[in-house]
C-alpha cells in the first residue's frame, strides 16, 4: 500500500487507545452527513423532509447553513461526439469523519474539519470530465461574489468569505445560469453562450440559483471553506488530513466526555453514540458579532444555522450528561442578549441576523415572538447541575421578566390567566389539527390564528412559576418566591377547571375568546402528568383510556401526534400523526412522576427503537437515524436528518435503560426491519 493510502487507512479506521471502537460503531453506508461548525454536507434526500435518499451525486450537498449552498455536484464525461454520460454514486461508506463514495468509474471521498469541506474525485479511467455544481444562495440573503482562476469567493455583509476552490487539475472554471450550456462547452460545441458578468452579480444579490462548471481530466479536488471577513483562506489540506484531525476531535469527544455505556444491548448502544455523534455536531462555536456571540446547538446544521428557544431548552437536558457538562444554562446567553425591554424572548435568533444593527425588540418580529415555555420543565432537571449553586440572578432575571411578559395582556388578553397561542408558529406543533378551526385565514396551513390556550404551554407555565420561586428563595427573596408559587398554583386550578373533560377523560385546548373546547386530541393532553399533584383518578382516565388505547395513541411505535381516530390523522404529515421523539420524552418524564416506571421504561424503549438501528440474525441491516418525526406505523424517518432534540434518547437510556437487568428484560436488543 501507497504512503498515501496508509494514511488513508489510518484515517478510516484509527482506534482509540482501549476503550469504544469508534469505527465498529459508527461504520454503515446509509449515513452520509459530515458536520463542524460553519461547514455541512450530505447526500441529501430527493425533496424537503423526504425520507432517506439512497446515494447520488458524487459531491452530494455542501452547505454554509442559511448562507450558501451547493446543492449538488454532478460529473460528466463524453461518450459518443456530443453525447454526454453522467456519473453518480452508487454506494457508500461512512464515518463521522470520512465520506467514501463509489460508482462505475468513479470514487470519491469526502471529509470535513472546523469550517472547511475537502473531498477528492477519482475517475478510471483517467478521462476528461466535467464537473457542475448548482450554486444556491439562500433566498433574501445577498451575496458578493468575485470568480477566480480556480473557484469563487462569496463575500456576506463584511462578515463571512465562503471559499470555493479547485485544485491544481481544474483547467477552466465558467459560471452560468443553467447547466447545460456548461457541459455543452466541455462537449466541444461551438455555439455556446455563457452569461454576461452583470448579469451573475445581479443573480447573486437577488438569490438566485447559479451554476459553476470545473473542466479537468482523471481526478479532481473540491474544497470549501467558511472564515470570517478578509482572514486569509484556510490552509489546504488533505482529504486524509481532514479525516485524520476530524477522527482525533471525535476520539476525544467519546473518550472524555461520553460516559460509557453498561447495557450490552445493540440497540441500544448505537442508539447512544449515534445520537451523541448528532447533538455534538450541531453545536456551532457562535462568535458572530451583533447575533450568535455565544456557543449554541442548531437544530440541524445541515439545514439551519440558527438557535431556537425551546429546542434549546431539550438540548440543555440531553448536555447535562456530559462529564464536565458545564453549565447548561450558558445556552440561554444569546436570548438574554435579545430580549426586548418589554420582556418578550424571541422563539429565534436568526443566523442571517448577524451584523445588523436591530434592536431586542425587532428579532421577535423578524423571526417569531416567542415559542412554548418548556423551559419549566426543564429546569426540573437542571438543578442538580454544575453552576445551578452560582450566580442565578441572570437566569432569575429573565426568566422573571419573559414570565411577566407572557402573562401579561400580550398572551392573556382576556386576563383569565392563561396564557395563549397567537400564531401557530408560536406553538409546540405548528401544523397541528388543533389549530385548524383557529387559523384566521383556514386556507393556510400556518399562520396567524384567534388566540388559543393550549393545554401543554400552561403547565410548562405552571412549572416555570414554580421553579422561579425556587430561585427566588435560593436568592434570599421570600416574598416573592411565595407570590411565585401561588401563581404556579392558581394556572394548575385553572387548567384542571377549565381545559379537562370529564366524559372524555382527557385535557382539551380552548378557544381564548370563548373558552369552547377544541376536540382534537393529542399527546400534549398528557401533559398535566408532569404534575406531581394530578389526581390518581385522572392519571388513570389519562393512561388506561387513552395512552393504552389502540384506537388512539397506542401503536407499534407510539407516539402519534394526533389520536389514530381523528380525521385528520396522516401518519407521514409532521405534527397531524407522526411520532416525535421530545413529545415522548415528556410523557416518560410525567408517568415516571406518578410512579408508573414499568410503562415509563416501556415507552422509553419504543422511543429508543424508533430513532435506533435495525438488526436482524445479531447483523445490523440500517443505521440509526436521528431524525425529526416518525412514522407510528412502521417507525420510518421523515422530517430533517441529524435532529438535535431527538438525542433525548440519551436522556431515556441513562436514566431507564442504560443497566444489565433492563437490558435482559427488554430481550436481545433485536428489532425487525
Known sequence: MSSR???????????????????????????SALIANYVSSEDPPAGAW?????????FGKISFPEILSMARGEVYTRAEEGQAVQHNVTSHEWLPWLYEGRGPGLRVTRAVVKDC??????????????????????????LGFEQGRRGALFRWQ?????????????????????????????????????????????????????????????SLTVRFSVTCADVPPPERITVETAARRQRAHWEDFFKRRVPALKSPDPVVRDAYYFAWQTIWSNRCEGGIRGGLEYPYVSPSRLNYGSQWWWDEAFHMVILRHLTNPGNPLDLLRNFWKHQGRNGAIPGAIRFSLAGRRVRAESVGRATMPMQPPVIGLVLDLLKDQPGWSGDLRPVYRGLLRWADWLTGPARDSNSDG????????????????????????PSQVVGPMRPTESVDANVWMS????????????????????????????????????????????????????????????????????????????VHRLVREHLLNPKEFHCAFPLPSVSMDDPSFDPADMWRGPAWINVNWMVVEGLHRHGLDDLATGLARKTVELVGPRYQNGVRT??????????????????NNQFSWSALVVDLIVRFLDTPVQAERQGSGTVGS
Not at 122 to 131: G, I, K, R, T
Request: charged share 25%.
Open 622 to 639: 440500517r443505521s440509526p437515524r436521528v431524525w425529526e418525526w416518525f412514522d407510528p406505523r412502521t417507525g420510518g424517518a421523515l422530517g
Open 158 to 218: 463584511g462578515l463571512f468569505d465562503v471559499h470555493f476552490g479547485f485544485g491544481s487539475t481544474a483547467r477552466r472554471v465558467a459560471v452560468s445560469s443553467e447547466p447545460g450550456s456548461l457541459i455543452r462547452r466541455f462537449l466541444g460545441f461551438r455555439d455556446v453562450q455563457l452569461d454576461a458578468r452583470h448579469w451573475r452579480d445581479e443573480a447573486w444579490s437577488q438569490g438566485r440559483a447559479v451554476w459553476m462548471g470545473v473542466e479537468f481530466t482523471g
Open 418 to 441: 392563561l396564557i395563549e397561542y397567537h400564531h401557530s408558529f408560536d406553538s409546540s406543533a405548528d401544523q397541528s389539527p388543533r389549530w385548524d378551526g383557529q387559523l384566521l385565514d
Open 463 to 538: 412549572l416555570l412559576w414554580k421553579n422561579l420561586a425556587e430561585m427566588a428563595l435560593t436568592l434570599g427573596d421570600v416574598p416573592a418566591s411565595r407570590r411565585h408559587l401561588e401563581k404556579s398554583g392558581q394556572l394548575i386550578k385553572r387548567v384542571n377547571d377549565l381545559m379537562w373533560d370529564e366524559e372524555e377523560g382527557f385535557y382539551f385546548d380552548l378557544d381564548a375568546g370563548t373558552h369552547r373546547k377544541i376536540p382534537v386530541k393529542t399527546p400534549y393532553g398528557f401533559m398535566p402528568l408532569l404534575w406531581k399533584e394530578l389526581s390518581t383518578d385522572r
Open 50 to 58: 423526504n425520507r432517506h435518499s439512497p446515494p447520488q451525486s458524487p
Open 5 to 31: 493510502g496508509e494514511a488513508h487507512a489510518r484515517a478510516r479506521d484509527g482506534l482509540p487507545e482501549g476503550g469504544l471502537d469508534l469505527s465498529e460503531v459508527f461504520r454503515c453506508g446509509d449515513q
Open 117 to 142: 469541506w475537502t473531498a477528492r474525485l477519482e475517475l478510471d479511467p483517467m478521462v476528461p470530465a466535467v464537473a457542475v455544481f448548482e450554486c444556491q444562495p439562500k433566498k433574501g440573503v445577498e
